[in-house]
């Protein structure tokens, strides 16, 4: 006899009792929330009611056989709210894979809500997302190479060679960054940049001067959630809110950053490697700081966590950033897909009128 696929929604009230989430057999532990993503569910300041839904699974009869969690979001369309909500997490193990559970989970989603979005697919879940005619926005992601040992020990199989060719490597990235601080030290004249413990009421005061096009929702206390949540616990990891300040003292941008410890990073098997990324951002002032000028910022303040690589995805606003001069190689990109129905606005709003950001969604928690 074959067994049933079947549906279910957790609850975010689950989430405020030590109960098990769900009664069905789990192995391999798939729906498991770890304590720290409970947490950051709970503390999400978009979040409202107990009875929203916080998880989808599937199941083939009394086993979990697929999850998909969602994460209460919103967009701030010309000004005005309009609540979304985020997949995160979407996982079939293998032994399910033929019953589309990953498509009917996603289904499920789509019922829920008319407006939705996830950050930071997988190459595997990408081509479902697409097939599913949600809309894809592509930030070209671009890495900066501080230290070789990653790359030379992926490539270089003659272990004798391993250690000359990272000194030989190593050498010409230290020159590198040595003249790239000089350029970086012209941009930068005349800017201030202070790391801020928590975000304050001044920027949101400056985030509400934005009132124009399609953003992400942010706040003070968004970004400070940001900060203090995290969705496991790893020492290696670290993330931090920068000001930026221009000749007059006043908030011209802010962006937060990065670094996550990697065992094996991408599907090319880079092994133990620690990234750091710019994550968040906003420019107010454009005359004061130009995108480039920011991203430079960053580079100075992420090489200080002796990062071996740093990542910029470009989001779509931001036309005309050219990063290979510095010395980034492009490596793929990083999506990000949002479904709308019956918003016109949303619908025929071209990529660049959208102000999108790689801690979008579950990303920043990734």
């Known amino acids: 006899m074959r067994e049933q696929t079947a549906i279910h929604l957790i609850q975010k009230r689950a989430l405020r009792t ?39 699974l599937g199941t083939r009869g009394n086993r979990v056989g697929g999850r998909l969690d969602l994460i209460a979001g ?51 879940a990408l081509p479902l997302y697409q097939k599913l005619k949600w809309r894809d926005f592509a930030m070209p992601r671009h890495i900066l190479l501080r230290r070789s040992r990653s790359i030379v020990e992926r490539y270089v199989k003659q272990r004798l060679l ?25 941009r930068a004249a005349g800017l201030r940049v202070e790391q801020v413990t928590r975000a304050t009421p001044e920027l949101d005061a400056a985030l509400a001067k934005q009132r124009v096009g399609i953003a992400s929702h942010r706040s003070a206390q968004y970004v400070n959630w940001l900060l203090e949540n995290s969705f496991e616990s790893d020492p290696r990891n670290r993330k931090a809110l920068f000001y930026v ?54 580079i100075r303040e992420i090489s200080k966590w002796d990062a071996d690589a740093i990542e910029i ?20 990109a990083l999506h990000l897909l949002v479904k709308c129905a ?19 969604g579950d990303n920043f928690f990734s």
């Open 74 to 124: 919103r967009l701030d369309v010309d000004g005005q709210p309009v609540r979304c909500l985020w997949a995160s997490t979407l996982y079939v193990p293998p032994e399910f894979r033929q019953s589309l559970l990953g498509v009917t989970v996603l289904l499920k989603m789509q019922q829920l809500h008319n407006l939705l979005g996830v950050c930071g697919v997988s190459q595997m």
């Open 342 to 360: 019956g918003n016109e606005r949303l619908t025929t709003a071209p990529d660049r009128d959208w102000t999108i950001r790689p801690a979008d």
């Open 245 to 298: 300040r221009g000749r007059d003292g006043r908030l011209a941008a802010y962006f937060i950053a990065k670094s996550r410890f990697y065992e094996t990073a991408t599907h090319r098997g880079f092994k133990n490697l620690q990234l750091g990324s710019l994550q968040d951002f906003r420019v107010f002032e454009p005359g004061v700081v130009s995108p480039q000028t920011l991203i430079q910022l960053a």
């Open 18 to 56: 030590a109960q098990p989430l769900h009664a069905f057999e789990d192995p391999d532990g798939v729906a498991v929330i770890t304590p720290e993503k409970r947490r950051a569910l709970l503390e999400n300041p978009l979040g409202e009611a107990d009875d929203e839904p916080v998880q989808i």
């Open 313 to 332: 995805c470009v989001p779509p606003d931001w036309t005309g950033v050219r990063l290979r001069r510095w010395g980034f190689v492009p490596v793929g």
């Open 162 to 186: 391993v250690l000359p060719v990272r000194l030989l490597a190593d050498a010409a990235l230290l020159a590198h960054r040595s003249l790239a601080g000089v350029v970086r030290a012209l």
